[in-house]
Structure formats: structure tokens, C-alpha cells
């Protein structure tokens, strides 16, 4: 079905972009620009990191983190070209080549719009003991409805003893 059939959809893609297919430029798929991720939390404040990160800097260890103690992640992107429609997340997580965690969430639906969204995705603790202290490595990916992969980010992170 073409959006033109669809008037209930007009409707709602003129709402949300403030122009129709006509101003798109022909670009019929949205493009998820991130700019920036960071990291929140109590013990180091908040940490940027700009994208997309260098190949050779791929899996470099992007932060550290006492044990017990929480975060969150800020992400700052921008939305081109057309309505992306359920943007979402998952961030696996493994150390010592054994996944220990997997973790998904919605960020919504967002029309493109020249200032960039920054969003703040939900509350993390990190583990705590012995055993949980060390580096590990993860992978973080952004796709959408139609499983469009707009980013993925391998890095990785330290977890310390808390004093």
C-alpha cells in the first residue's frame, strides 16, 4: 500500500514531518544520524563520546565504573530524511567470551528535525563482588520496525572495586 492511498497515514506522516513525500528530495528511508553517547552516573559524572568512533579505536574501553553503582546511557542523534518508526535498542553484554546480559528498549518513533534528540535510556546498576569486577566487552544496536540497523557499537567498559 502507498502512503497516497492511505489517507488516515497522510495525515499523521503531514503531522509529524510537516511536508509530504513531495519535499523528501526522493529519499524514501529514514537515516539515524548519532552523534554522540554518554554515559551518566553518580561516581564520574557524564562522559562523552563522539561518533561514529574510529575502526582502529572499535571495543576501546569507553568508561569505568565502581561496582553497585548506577548509570545511564545519553544518546544524541539526528533523524533525516523521512519518519523512523520504532526505533529500539539492544545492548548485549559478555566478559570472558560468556554473554552475561541482554538488554532491550523502545526509544519511539521520530520525524526528521534539524536539532538532534538527545534521549536517556533507562536506569542500569552494575554488579557487584568480586567476580563481577573486570573488563568487558558489548555491543550496542539501533534498528528500527523494519529491522534497519542504523548503528552498531562494539566497546567496552571496566568495573572496579568500590572503596
Known amino acids: 500500500m502507498d502512503v497516497q492511498d492511505d489517507e488516515s497515514l497522510w495525515r499523521w506522516k503531514e503531522k509529524l514531518l510537516g511536508c509530504v513525500e513531495s519535499d523528501l528530495n526522493g529519499q524514501m528511508n ?15 559524572g557524564e562522559i562523552n563520546t563522539p561518533l561514529p568512533i574510529d575502526d ?21 542523534f539526528t533523524v533525516l530524511h523521512n519518519i523512523v518508526s520504532g526505533l529500539a535498542y539492544t545492548n548485549t553484554v559478555w566478559k570472558g567470551g560468556l554473554q552475561v ?6 526509544l519511539g ?3 526528521p528535525h534539524r536539532e ?9 546498576i552494575t554488579p557487584s563482588g568480586v567476580l563481577a569486577r573486570g573488563i568487558y566487552m558489548a555491543k550496542l ?7 534497519r540497523c542504523h548503528m552498531e557499537l562494539c566497546y567496552s567498559f571496566e568495573i572496579k572495586k568500590s572503596r
Open 30 to 44: 529514514p537515516e539515524v544520524k548519532f552523534h554522540s553517547i554518554g554515559i551518566i552516573s553518580d561516581n564520574i
Open 56 to 76: 582502529s579505536h572499535s571495543g576501546q574501553l569507553l568508561f569505568t565504573l565502581k561496582e553497585g553503582s548506577q548509570y545511564q546511557f545519553k544518546l544524541t
Open 101 to 106: 546480559d541482554r538488554s532491550k528498549g523502545m
Open 109 to 111: 518513533t521520530f520525524a
Open 116 to 124: 538532534p534528540y538527545v534521549h536517556t535510556l533507562d536506569e542500569e
Open 141 to 147: 544496536k539501533f534498528e528500527d520496525d523494519d529491522r
